[in-house]
């Protein structure tokens, strides 16, 4: 017994002292022992520092020797704008090149940032020499548009003919027009005769319709004019307008097919995976030309990637709408482009006149859930795959190495994750079929298989647990809690202080068996049915009841359970082994647990503290005493965090707390020796009221780890501030930050 404790002593004084300085840590050992330089970027382009840069540009980057290619990559090769936003774009390789190929213009006048991720590789495995140069940022050219609109396509076409009267026209502009100047006025139409044709005009992503009021008339000629006043979004003028002819058909049995509409739309983007591709044209068609179950099989209608290969798939016919289902899920972060040829013939056997192609892009494969650890942090990802940055030397990364990293890499085997939780040196992650998978340190039996030693990647499942509904979220260094369906909560991992709430733990016991201090396996917390949700700190763990009462069990030693009790004495009972109220909390809709305090929303959007408050944890900007030692700052009851009124989320670190609000900016409270609120100030003191964290002002969700905090943002990034020796923010730099910057997550 007393050769564990000694033993987790030094463990804990050695992590304790470990150098903080920023340093990029990796594997580097070669495949081939005869290369053992690490590649260098000796190029970039556009250069660090250019301005007036082309919005068109692609970004290439030249190494000094020949690249692993599976490793060029959007994940090691990211832009991201002044915002944070992340770029989408097509990465390719070529002769020691790199090429970054935006999808879509960059915008004006607007700063961006290169990041070669440390996942770069030669071909012998030496992994890239990192800091300072690979990263840059380079400025784009002012809006000088002085070009003139071009129409690029219309339909029908110029000299088009058996055109059906029931036509609407197209025009598909060069260029994002002045809607303002797209109307009856500028576009026209008149048959041979010079009558004027009545319609209606709209626009929407470059593209104009006129749609007449009525059929057209038959075997007529007619001819459609774009004046000059049609602008693009800088105010240029078409050049000399345009104009063109087309003639209708005799009858229905002569027109020519034509496309009505397309899902998705052109240009479309975050289209789903799932989603099938749909075409309606203008009338029946000859079915002989569109169905086929392979359309891989020389078909009419082709599906291809940005890389021209053409996706499997079955394509349907009904009432004019040809249905494309591609046999497995399109890829995340691609554009498709859809082909169909002039073979496509109506039921009088008359063709597309002109072939039609259109492109659409799938849903970014962005970050849906995050989590801040002791000093790493985890996201799970639209796909359910999970990613991880930071420190790694317990396998806190799950990707096999136990080597730090400051961009995020890949949980090795995890494809189907709901949520993901980072809890001191180990994570676990909850999955589509309720069962748990942990990684990491394993010594006091965190990741729940009946280990004790440390996994580099995801271990078994969690013993005895298929029905998990909710992942413990909170600072736990030693211990984890599930929610199952039936309401009842299971823990695992370290109990000295009780914090399983199992009626076992050795506080005060002498001789203490191994089966009460610790449970390799989840055991049942007594008394609990009805659980919502559930948190848990370094030795004490908290829940919330579906009626909004909260309970939690584990060490008091500083009033952090909330029921009034805490350390009066060398033979007091500060400590409770199965479930107590948290006192005055009857409406609460979340908690959150630190290292030694606790915080509950209740349901007018306010926020109650207890325990600890030595570096104003509590929020409430008072002191209190809860020990026999009147210089424990500590409430053994909940108290009010102060100006705090429409919180929305919450979440407690290790002796900082932060809530997002309805207006979706953050507030923190707490310690701030080294910048953990988020305001900038850094001044190495705390701060016993709710500040204002800089910058965010579209949070949907936060998550304070020991030494840092991340926020996931509405437009699907991630910032993150504080500590990032270890690469705890996952940016790729391992520079530290007293307000948040955006990350490669």
């Keep these: ?129 990192s800091l300072p140069n690979t990263s840059w940022s380079f400025t784009t050219e002012a809006n000088n548009d002085t070009s003139a609109p071009t129409i690029s396509y219309s339909s029908p076409s110029s000299g088009a003919t ?63 004019m774009v004046g000059v006043g049609v602008k693009d979004s800088s105010g240029n003028p078409m050049a000399g307008g345009g104009g063109w002819d087309f003639t209708t058909a005799t009858s229905m049995s002569a027109v020519r097919p034509t496309i009505s509409a397309v899902y998705p739309t052109s240009g479309a983007d975050n289209i789903s995976l799932s989603d099938n591709i749909t075409i309606t044209f203008s009338g029946a068609m000859d079915t002989s030309t569109i169905i086929t179950s392979n359309t891989l099989n020389g078909t009419n209608i082709n599906l291809q990637d940005s890389s021209g290969n053409s996706i499997q798939g079955a394509i349907t016919y ?107 040196d180990f994570s676990c992650a909850l999955l589509s079929n309720k069962t748990i998978r942990c990684w990491g340190q394993g010594w006091s039996g965190q990741l729940g298989d009946g280990s004790q030693t440390n996994q580099y990647v995801p271990a078994n499942v969690v013993s005895g647990i298929s029905n998990a509904d909710y992942l413990a979220t909170g600072s736990s260094w030693g211990h984890n809690c599930a929610v199952l369906d039936n309401g009842t909560i299971k823990c695992w991992g370290e109990n000295w202080n009780g914090q399983l709430g199992n009626g076992t733990g050795c506080n005060n016991v002498s001789n203490c068996p191994s089966e009460y201090y610790r449970s390799l396996t989840p055991t049942s917390v007594s008394n609990i049915s009805t659980a919502t949700s559930v948190s848990v700190g370094s030795s004490h763990t908290c829940a919330v009841l579906s009626g909004g009462a909260v309970q939690c069990w584990g060490h008091s030693y500083e009033g952090q359970l909330g029921n009034g009790t805490s350390y009066s004495g060398s033979n007091s009972t500060y400590w409770s082994n199965t479930p107590v109220n948290v006192s005055n909390i009857s409406t609460a809709t979340s908690v959150s647990v630190g ?94 009221v709710p500040v204002l964290v800089s910058g965010i002002s579209n949070a949907v969700a936060v998550s304070t780890g020991s030494s840092h905090t991340c926020a996931l943002l509405d437009n699907q990034t991630v910032q993150c501030w504080r500590q990032n020796s270890q690469g705890n923010f996952g940016d790729g730099t391992g520079v530290t930050s007293s307000i948040p910057v955006p990350t490669l997550f």
């Design 318 to 424: 009904n009432n004019r709408v040809a249905t494309i289902n591609p046999s497995s899920d399109l890829s995340y972060s691609e554009t498709y482009t859809v082909t169909i040829s002039t073979s496509v013939a109506n039921s009088s056997g008359n063709t597309l006149a002109m072939p039609y192609s259109w492109s659409f892009q799938t849903v970014l494969n962005t970050p849906t859930k995050i989590s801040a650890g002791s000093s790493h942090t985890c996201a799970v990802y639209f796909d359910k795959s999970i990613k991880c940055s930071g420190a790694n030397y317990s396998g806190n990364l799950g990707n096999g190495t136990g080597i730090l990293s400051l961009s995020p890499v890949n949980v090795t085997s995890i494809s189907t994750a709901i949520s993901v939780s980072a809890l001191g």
């Design 1 to 129: 017994m007393k050769t564990s404790i000694i033993a987790f002593c030094i463990l804990i004084l050695t992590a304790a002292c470990k150098d903080t300085t920023p340093v990029v840590s990796y594997d580097n050992s070669p495949t081939d022992s005869s290369d053992k330089t690490a590649p260098t970027i000796l190029s970039t382009s556009p250069s660090s520092g250019a301005t007036t840069v082309s919005i068109s540009a692609n970004i290439t980057v030249t190494f000094s020797e020949e690249i692993d290619s599976s490793t060029i990559n959007t994940s090691n090769i990211t832009v991201q704008d002044s915002n944070g936003n992340v770029v989408r774009g097509v990465v390719s390789y070529s002769n020691r090149v790199a090429t970054f190929n935006p999808i879509s213009d960059l915008s004006y006048f607007t700063t961006y940032t290169v990041l070669v991720g440390i996942g770069v590789r030669d071909t012998s495995g030496n992994y890239i020499a």
């Design 162 to 224: 058996n055109i059906s009267a029931t036509t609407d026209i197209t025009i598909t502009f060069s260029e994002d027009m002045d809607p303002s100047t797209i109307n009856t006025t500028n576009i026209s139409m008149f048959d041979n005769a010079s009558n004027s044709v009545s319609g209606t005009v709209t626009y929407s992503s470059k593209v104009a319709t006129f749609s007449p009021s009525s059929d057209l008339n038959w075997s007529t000629t007619y001819t459609v």
């Design 595 to 688: 290292s030694s305090h606790s915080c509950a929303i209740v349901d007018n959007g306010s926020v109650k503290c207890w325990g600890s408050n030595y570096s104003g944890q509590l929020g409430s900007g008072s002191n209190y005493t809860c020990t026999n030692n009147s210089s424990n700052n500590c409430s053994a009851t909940p108290v009010s965090v102060s100006g705090i009124t429409t919180a929305t989320s919450i979440s407690a670190g290790n002796s900082h707390t932060c809530a997002i609000l309805s207006n979706k900016s953050i507030k923190c409270w707490g310690d701030d020796n080294a910048g953990q609120l988020g305001d900038g100030s850094d001044n190495n003191t705390f701060s016993s």
